[in-house]
């Protein structure tokens, strides 16, 4: 696709309810990227993905938040037993190769009532 | 504890003139900045980067300056324009860190027609 694409754009869940985004990144890149952004706050990194295998997760909050990226296009982010604080707009970025620039999906803005 | 810091929070400039958006980060081990500019319900656009080996680099009307021995980058937009309004990031990795982003908080620029 022309770019990084997001699904859904907007979800509203019940506290302690799953919740799956899904990210589609740029045709060809390689690497992918899951950033979190809180109101008032800069994008915080989450996980990185070389290929199908997550390389680095260490931005994981705790074991409800995980992430897949099966055959390496395609990444869904998975929450479970949603809280109200997982409440944010979930970024997700993709380059061709590590360290170069990353270009980012327009996010989905999770809110967890 | 935030490794990049933008200290002000907005900057509202005139048409015409320039502006110069400031970001400063503590961590000695960052090598690239970039700085990424955002719209509302929007994903950050990636704008400029510098690597940590250059003190400038200069794309149109935006130039990034660096100053490594007071861990200082500068963004500066001349002249800057109305639809230059946005959400500016200042973001930086590390090598080795396989390159996820650490994104200040922002700082929001009103350009005044």
């Known amino acids: 696709g022309a770019g990084v694409s997001q699904t859904p754009s907007n979800k509203v869940t019940e506290k302690g309810k799953y919740v799956e985004l899904r990210c589609d990144p740029i045709s060809g890149h390689t690497a992918l990227y899951w950033y979190r952004q809180s109101l008032g706050q800069g994008p915080e990194f989450l996980i990185y993905f070389q290929g199908t295998g997550a390389a680095d997760d260490s931005g994981l909050p705790n074991d409800r938040f995980f992430a897949v990226r099966p055959e390496g296009s395609v990444s869904t982010l998975k929450i479970q037993r949603t809280e109200r604080g997982d409440s944010a707009v979930y970024l997700c970025?993709?380059?061709?190769?590590?360290?170069?620039?990353?270009?980012f999906g327009q996010g989905t803005r999770l809110t967890v009532v | 504890d935030q490794q990049v810091k933008q200290n002000s929070p907005s900057l509202s400039v005139q048409e015409g003139r320039i502006s110069i958006l400031n970001c400063d980060y503590t961590?000695?081990?960052?090598?690239?900045f970039l700085w990424y500019k955002k719209y509302p319900a929007e994903g950050p656009t990636f704008l400029i980067s510098?690597?940590?080996?250059?003190d400038k680099n200069e794309d149109g009307r935006f130039t990034v300056f660096l100053n490594k021995s007071a861990k200082h980058l500068s963004l500066h937009i001349v002249p800057s324009q109305p639809g230059d309004s946005a959400v500016y990031f200042c973001a930086a990795s590390a090598a080795g860190a396989n390159s996820k982003l650490t994104f200040g908080k922002g700082i929001t620029l009103s350009v005044r027609p």
């Open positions: 510098i690597s940590s080996i250059k």
């Open positions: 961590n000695s081990m960052f090598d690239y």
């Open positions: 970025a993709s380059s061709r190769q590590p360290y170069t620039e990353a270009f």
